[in-house]
């Protein structure tokens, strides 16, 4: 007979997992277009995060406020279903659940966002890109791992900012008590290398339509079960079920 499920930790990605959005883009979709349409001619040749740094400083040299910024993400769609979902899981006491972010958002853009949801103390911890805005109100962003500094060694395709598995590794290690099961909600193609060191009792919650689903298509190799979703409502509906 299994043993009864005590503690369990939820891990989420931020863009288009947690949020209805992708915190990069709309931050310029909104403020700025016309640097929206270059990050996207762009985004091939200049690492990322560092696009979306130069990005902030563009933003902030033509008067980009930081009042600006905080109300754009503020609106930026965030369902209330998956509100409902996290407050009930956390509120339950059987399991107990742990909420871990790993995003490659920044600390502004992810914390500004969970506040005005009343979300601010849903994570135990939050790993992502630090960012924070300094006296002029430039948005100051730079990559987790410094590119002048020792580089990760993934060999799955984490961006050089950060390997998510590597992340989800340290943080289980820095948590020795250790969880009866893991669940990772994720839709990137950076999820794929942290679902791959999940267990046969863990579980991804995999948004439909984007990387994440195409690499478990193509390439599989997971132990973990795989649950599909496409709406928050249904990953209310899987958290109410577990």
Known sequence: MASPMKTQLVVFDFD???????????IFEVLAPDIRRKMKTLKDSVQWTDLVAQSLQELHARGGTREQIEHTLRIMPFHPAMVRAVTNLKAAS???????CLSNANAVFIS?????KGLQNLFEEIVTNPAEFDSSGLLKLRRRIDPDGPQHS???GCSPNMCKGEELTAFLERHKLGYDRIIYVGDGSNDFCPILRLRSQDMVLCRRFRGLERRISQEGG??????YWAGAWEVEEIFGQL
């Open 222 to 227: 997971l132990q973990c079960q795989v649950k």
């Open 16 to 26: 288009w997992s947690m949020a209805d959005q992708d915190t990069d883009r709309w």
């Open 94 to 100: 059987n399991p107990s659940t742990t909420f871990f």
């Open 154 to 156: 993934c060999a799955v």
């Open 112 to 116: 500004t966002i969970l506040e005005s």
